[in-house]
Antibody, heavy 123, light 110 residues
Framework: EVQLLESGGGLVQPGGSLRLSCAAS????????MTWVRQAPGKGLEWVSS????????FHADSVKGRFTISRDNSKNTLYLQLSSLNAADTAVYYC????????????????WGQGTLVTVSA | QSALTQPASVSGSPGQSITISCTGT?????????VSWYQHHPGKAPKLMIH???NRPSGVSNRFSGSKSGNTASLTISGLQAEDEADYYC??????????FGGGTKLTVL
C-alpha cells in the first residue's frame, strides 16, 4: 500500500525547534521529489518546502527561508523538515506530499498526501 | 507569489452542477498548463482531483472536470453528491519555479 506517514509534531515554545519526519512506503522514494505543505487553523494550503529526488536541490517558501530545512534519507525512505525559530504563524498541520516528478522545480502537481502532523507554537 | 483567487464558498443541490473559478496571472495560471485541483475533507488527507488543467487521475469520478481560459482555471462538478461537500483548492506552477495555491473554496451541498 502506498503511504506517507508523518510524525514529530507537537507543542513547542516560540523560538523553539522541532523536526518532522515522513516515512514513505509503497513507492520508489528516490524517484520523486518530495514536499511539505502546511495549513494553519482556518486558513488555506501553503507550499512550504521541496526537495529533488536525489536531495541535491532544495527550495523553501519566503515565509520559512532561513528557518526551515528540508532533507531526505533515501536509504530510509524518509523525508524530514527541521523547523527552527518558530513563531505563532508557524502553527499548522504539516503535510508530507509526493511530487509528480523527480525535480520539484519543474512543472508538476502534488500527487499523494499524508494525513499530516500538527505543530502548535505557543508559550 | 500571491495566492490564486478562489470564491470563498459555493453551493448547489444534489444532482446540480457547480463551477469553482481560480484566477491568477500570466506568471502562473495563464502562463502554464500546470493547474491542479485538490479536494480536502477536514481532518483527512487532501486528494488530487485534476492535474495539468484537464487530466483526471485514475479513480477520480468523471463528474469532475477542469478547464482554463486565459488567467482563470475552473473546476466543474456535475451531478453533485453529498460526498462532494468539502474544501477545494486550485494550485498552479509559477514563473518562480514554485507552486502557489488558491485560498480555497468551501463547497456546500444543500
Amino acid at each position: 500500500e502506498v503511504q506517507l506517514l508523518e510524525s514529530g509534531g507537537g507543542l513547542v515554545q516560540p523560538g523553539g525547534s522541532l523536526r518532522l519526519s515522513c516515512a514513505a512506503s509503497g513507492i520508489t522514494f528516490s524517484g520523486f521529489a518530495m514536499t511539505w505543505v502546511r495549513q494553519a487553523p482556518g486558513k488555506g494550503l501553503e507550499w512550504v518546502s521541496s526537495i529533488s529526488g536525489s536531495g541535491a536541490a532544495t527550495f523553501h517558501a519566503d515565509s520559512v527561508k532561513g528557518r526551515f530545512t528540508i532533507s531526505r534519507d533515501n536509504s530510509k525512505n524518509t523525508l524530514y523538515l527541521q523547523l527552527s525559530s518558530l513563531n505563532a504563524a508557524d502553527t499548522a498541520v504539516y503535510y508530507c506530499v509526493k511530487w509528480s516528478g523527480l525535480y520539484s522545480e519543474r512543472p508538476g502537481h502534488f500527487q499523494l498526501w499524508g494525513q499530516g502532523t500538527l505543530v502548535t507554537v505557543s508559550a | 507569489q500571491s495566492a490564486l483567487t478562489q470564491p470563498a464558498s459555493v453551493s448547489g443541490s444534489p444532482g446540480q452542477s457547480i463551477t469553482i473559478s481560480c484566477t491568477g496571472t500570466s506568471s502562473d495560471v495563464g502562463g502554464y498548463n500546470y493547474v491542479s485541483w485538490y479536494q480536502h475533507h477536514p481532518g483527512k488527507a487532501p486528494k488530487l482531483m485534476i492535474h495539468e488543467v484537464t487530466n483526471r487521475p485514475s479513480g477520480v469520478s468523471n463528474r469532475f472536470s477542469g478547464s482554463k481560459s486565459g488567467n482563470t482555471a475552473s473546476l466543474t462538478i456535475s451531478g453533485l453528491q453529498a460526498e462532494d461537500e468539502a474544501d477545494y483548492y486550485c494550485c498552479s506552477y509559477t514563473s518562480s519555479n514554485t507552486p502557489v495555491f488558491g485560498g480555497g473554496t468551501k463547497l456546500t451541498v444543500l
